[in-house]
């Protein structure tokens, strides 16, 4: 997720494209300039404005890893497809799963505005979207990963949704590092560094903890957390 400004210069109103009442809520796609952004019950979430810190949350999760050939790495998160893009045009991704528990944005990546940024990695033969929510997808499925790359909040200490909390907790943690393979890397995006949850990763068993920052124009720098589990 990244930050944008509605009072950018030059940029003059957002134009809403599409506006969803979906599972968890109202969704809305919008133009502000040449930027697209994502609207989730009246929050922001991200924008089609840089996409730096979305690379990295991939690239420092396969960093990680060392020489593991073709891993399997699970993205949480679709947004505006900047993660998944750069995952595709990386040949040493084994297989890349994309969770996503929103339809209508699959949709604008799938046949909408936001396929622009998307359509070649969408057709990668590696490339998989599951339509379900991430928190229930770690808790419930029998899968394993080399890694695993959240970006469904704007980071542990700020949720979009009051369900998301549990993720970030002890026993989210658990979940996460159960589908995930002895060494593998659980990599999270965050609008602002989190030491509290530098100490729960450490506290939940986790190794090589460590926070890797992107300056920003104004504020704080977008971050993300990166763990891995024993073994």
């Given at each position: 997720?990244?930050?944008?400004?509605?009072?950018?210069?030059?940029y003059?109103?957002?134009?809403?494209?599409?506006?969803?009442?979906?599972?968890?809520?109202?969704?809305?796609?919008?133009?502000?300039?040449?930027?697209?952004?994502?609207?989730?019950?009246?929050?922001?979430?991200?924008?089609?404005?840089?996409?730096?810190?979305e690379?990295?949350?991939?690239?420092?999760?396969?960093?990680?890893?060392?020489?593991?050939?073709?891993?399997?790495?699970?993205?949480?998160?679709?947004?505006?497809?900047?993660?998944?893009?750069h995952?595709?045009a990386?040949?040493?991704?084994?297989?890349?799963?994309?969770?996503?528990?929103?339809?209508?944005?699959?949709?604008?990546?799938?046949?909408?505005p936001?396929?622009?940024?998307?359509?070649?990695?969408?057709?990668?033969?590696?490339?998989?979207?599951?339509?379900?929510?991430?928190v229930?997808?770690?808790?419930?499925?029998?899968?394993?990963?080399?890694?695993?790359?959240?970006?469904?909040?704007?980071?542990?200490?700020?949720?979009?949704?009051?369900?998301?909390?549990s993720?970030?907790?002890?026993?989210?943690?658990?979940?996460?590092?159960?589908?995930?393979?002895?060494?593998?890397v659980?990599?999270v995006?965050?609008?602002?560094?989190?030491?509290?949850?530098?100490?729960t990763?450490?506290?939940?068993?986790?190794?090589?903890?460590?926070?890797?920052?992107?300056?920003?124009?104004?504020?704080?720098?977008?971050?993300?957390?990166?763990?891995?589990?024993?073994?």
């Open positions: 997720m990244t930050t944008a400004y509605d009072s950018a210069p030059g003059g109103s957002p134009v809403v494209l599409d506006r969803r009442e979906g599972p968890y809520g109202e969704v809305v796609l919008r133009r502000h300039g040449e930027l697209l952004q994502i609207i989730a019950n009246g929050c922001f979430l991200m924008d089609t404005s840089d996409g730096r810190s690379r990295l949350l991939i690239d420092a999760a396969r960093d990680a890893l060392g020489s593991r050939p073709a891993p399997h790495v699970l993205i949480g998160g679709l947004g505006v497809g900047f993660s998944l893009a995952a595709a990386d040949p040493r991704w084994g297989r890349i799963s994309v969770v996503e528990r929103e339809p209508a944005i699959v949709e604008w990546h799938r046949s909408g936001l396929s622009a940024l998307s359509a070649s990695a969408l057709a990668d033969p590696r490339t998989v979207i599951v339509e379900t929510d991430l229930a997808f770690v808790n419930e499925t029998c899968a394993t990963f080399d890694a695993l790359c959240l970006d469904i909040d704007n980071g542990p200490d700020w949720t979009v949704t009051e369900g998301n909390d993720l970030y907790s002890p026993a989210g943690l658990a979940s996460c590092a159960r589908v995930l393979r002895p060494g593998g659980l990599a995006w965050s609008a602002q560094p989190s030491p509290e949850f530098e100490r990763l450490w506290n939940a068993g986790f190794q090589q903890v460590r926070t890797e920052e992107i300056p920003v124009a104004r504020g704080v720098p977008d971050v993300v957390h990166l763990a891995v589990r024993p073994g």
